[in-house]
């Protein structure tokens, strides 16, 4: 190479290769738009007010771009979670078991769409849902069972749900009561993100203002209670599912944690006291070096706002701690163990990116729930990762890269842009409700599709390299009376336990959301009580009314 300029190495260099290799110059971007050179140098550092040396920095120093501790895996490994949840609770009890032997090192539940709303397994709207995509959980008693045999002090678990969270929240709590574990030995994170519910999800059940009350009434009573708890776990990867790039789980992620934060402050939060406790939850998708450059985005943001914007001044509330699954919407049908490599690719991601914890999802999701095979396959991806690859042997890797530095780089200065125009709508709440973010991601995922099915955007075995092939076999068969048995537990439970009790507590619990109350300490009276999931959800929309799909969506 020229010791000269990047310019005389793309006319001396570049400029005869374009003639030998045609079918190579075309336009490259990455899934975000951003546009890919074929040479980074220091110069595409520059501009925007940027220091490279000082940007890139060091890692465990502000702003946290290569890490927000200084050794990274050198000094302890990725928590390695794979998410499950199906059936009952008893099974769901022995796949976590299962794991955990495999050497899995924290649990992760999925659960059920009724208990996501707020129904218990014998509600009219739950038939044909019960235990399908996630575990059912009604009352303590299931959680007792899910949780029977793990000890809670011991092992880090959590838990994928929010419009009912604080319920969940409590029914932990209770379960870990009833294992002579208190509620400051407890770790773990619950996700209580209900607003991007709103915007992709769509698990909500009670409309946005009063959901933020309850999600701030998590933040008090953990700050003061549970303080080894996160208490909230701003996610980006549902919106990606839906369609979003790289630049709107930025923008948008932390669109959502800024009105988390405000309303936190409102109801006279002191900032260093919660954020420490608030983590985020991100996709790892194919593009290998934009998912990385993401990450490391990611960490410098959420640094500039919680100093500048907040004014935090303990260091841990500046401090962007995430966990990350490999990307669901990306596994196919067609070839399944195709799938195999893309997780493994998207896994890679997370690692080099310093992701805290990783889920890595199986080969034969695209078709069912994953075997217990399938699971420890996705398990042992991560174990080769994390001691064989070598990635998790220095503190970001790809740190000084000039492409992944110019991506973080654009991808921070884009994803700010997406923040300015939020701003402009009045915060993400108003935003929300004019289907503004709903928009740009439904936006993101047309031209997606567009260019699969015009062959503009290559998916190896479903629009490229096509083979005929046998039917999957060895699928994961669920038990045809699981929800039967689940609906008769539930419907037993309200027979058997003290209705005066449970009336007592329900009444009080109408009374503190009517009012201006910590509403936990009310649910976990609940839930000690044998009140149902769905009674208590109930409660809340008699008082906060219930959530409807919004017309401007």
């Not at 490259?28 to 501009?47: C, H, K, M, N, R």
């Not at 049908?333 to 890679?348: E, G, M």
């Not at 034969?364 to 991560?382: F, G, I, K, N």
């Amino acid at each position: 190479m020229p010791s000269g300029s990047k310019e005389e190495w793309t006319r001396e260099t570049l400029g005869p290769a374009i003639g030998r290799y045609p079918e190579r110059q075309e336009k490259f971007v990455t899934d975000s738009g951003l546009d890919i050179q074929p040479l980074y140098a220091p110069e595409d550092l520059a501009g925007n007010g940027r220091e490279y040396h000082r940007d890139v920095g060091y890692p465990g120093e502000y702003p946290y771009t290569r890490g927000v501790q200084p050794n990274s895996y050198r000094g302890r490994m990725w928590t390695m979670r794979q998410y499950s949840g199906y059936s009952t609770a008893e099974e769901t009890n022995r796949r976590f078991r299962y794991l955990l032997e495999q050497g899995q090192t924290g649990l992760s539940v999925a659960f059920d769409l009724p208990t996501q709303i707020g129904y218990d397994s014998d509600h009219p709207r739950a038939l044909g849902e019960t235990g399908k995509v996630g575990v059912p959980i009604c009352s303590l008693e299931d959680m007792e069972v899910l949780f029977q045999g793990i000890p809670l002090d011991r092992v880090s678990t959590s838990m994928t749900i929010n419009a009912t969270a604080s319920i969940l929240l409590c029914l932990y709590i209770a379960a870990a009561k009833k294992q002579g574990v208190g509620q400051d030995k407890i770790s773990g994170t619950i996700q209580n993100d209900i607003l991007k519910e709103y915007i992709a999800r769509g698990t909500y059940a009670y409309p946005p203002r009063p959901s933020m009350r309850l999600v701030v009434d998590v933040f008090k009573y953990c700050a003061e209670s549970v303080p080894r708890w996160n208490t909230i776990s701003v996610s980006g990867y549902h919106m990606r599912e839906a369609g979003a790039t790289a630049v709107q789980e930025l923008a948008f992620t932390f669109a959502n944690a800024i009105a988390y934060v405000e309303a936190a402050i409102g109801a006279g939060l002191p900032v260093d006291e919660f954020a420490p406790r608030v983590s985020f939850f991100f996709v790892a998708q194919n593009n290998l070096f934009e998912e990385v450059a993401k990450f490391r985005a990611a960490r410098r943001m959420w640094a500039k706002i919680m100093k500048e914007r907040f004014g935090a001044q303990d260091s841990r509330s500046m401090m962007l701690r995430f966990h990350t699954q490999t990307a669901g919407v990306s596994l196919t049908a067609q070839q399944p163990d195709n799938n195999l490599i893309r997780c493994t690719v998207q896994a890679l991601a997370a690692v080099l990116g310093g992701s805290q914890s990783l889920h890595v999802n199986s080969r034969d999701e695209a078709l069912a729930l994953p075997t217990e095979e399938s699971a420890q396959l996705s398990l042992r991806t991560q174990q080769i990762l994390a001691f064989e690859s070598g990635a998790a042997d220095v503190v970001d890797p790809l740190g000084g890269s000039y492409y992944v530095e110019s991506l973080t780089n654009q991808l921070e200065d884009a994803a700010f842009k997406y923040l300015e125009r939020i701003e402009e709508m009045g915060g993400t709440v108003d935003a929300i409700e004019q289907g503004f973010q709903m928009r740009e991601i439904g936006e993101s995922a047309y031209q997606h599709r567009r260019e699969v099915e015009a062959g503009d955007r290559t998916i190896v075995g479903v629009n490229q390299y096509v083979t005929g092939e046998p039917p999957f076999e060895g699928l994961l068969q669920l038990d045809p009376e699981a929800a039967q048995k689940q609906i008769q537990g539930v419907q037993r439970l309200r027979k058997e336990r003290d209705d005066s009790q449970v009336q007592a507590a329900l009444k009080r619990l109408t009374v503190v959301a009517q009012g201006s109350d910590n509403t936990v300490p009310a649910i976990l009276e609940c839930v000690e009580s044998y009140c149902t999931l769905g009674e208590i959800s109930q409660v809340f929309r008699d008082v906060f009314g219930e959530q409807e799909q919004m017309a401007s969506f």
